[in-house]
């Protein structure tokens, strides 16, 4: 009986520490009590996305008050150092080989010169202009998740590049496919002193791959 004990408690620490499954489960206290590059130099998960910042020079931008970031992961932008590598065919290409004004133009485009906390986005999704001047679909979104569980869905924020077509792609029903690149927001609504910060998941493909 000892070791059955044992045994539970600690994948009860495992399931704690090991969180990367969460989607947007957010915080039991969603201010964060320090400004948007603080916050992001402070966390264990983020820490790549503000040296990246630092670097780039734009550490006044993000933190402009009601200014709203869509944070990537360190996950993120250490896939889009393997796929550099890559295209580069430089093994040892590193986030210093990041020309600055390409990772000005990369960055430009998870920040938005307003406040866009959960409450102004919406179901059907709305085209914004990103800082970098290219254009964004944020949206507001139930998905049928646990819905053996739940009466209602909960409601994800999603960030998406449009595809070769228009926003919301070519009409299904006529054959076409949908070619826009979706993003869930895995923690969303986090409030620092001078904006609004929503977690990419880690699946995120940043800069979207694009050169």
Known sequence: MKYIVIIIVLFSMYSCSNDDY????????????MSTYDFLKSHKQLDT????????????LVNAKSTTLFAPNNLSIKNYIFYKKDVEENPNYGINDIPVD?????????????????????KEGKIYTAHNGEERKLS????????????QFPEYVFY????EDDFWGPNPDEGGVN???HTVVRTSNLISTNGVIH????????????D
């Open 160 to 163: 998406t590049f449009k595809g």
């Open 22 to 33: 969460l989607i947007d489960g957010g915080l039991a206290n969603q201010n964060v009590g």
């Open 140 to 151: 507001l979104e139930p998905v049928e998740d646990y819905k053996d569980q739940l009466d």
């Open 199 to 210: 977690v990419l998941q880690g699946s995120h493909h940043f800069s979207n791959y694009v």
């Open 102 to 122: 390409d990772l000005k133009e990369i960055l430009g485009g998870y920040i938005f010169d307003e406040s866009l906390d959960r409450s102004k986005l919406v």
């Open 179 to 181: 070619d826009d690149v």
């Open 49 to 60: 996305l503000a040296l990246l910042i630092q670097k780039a020079g734009m550490i006044d």
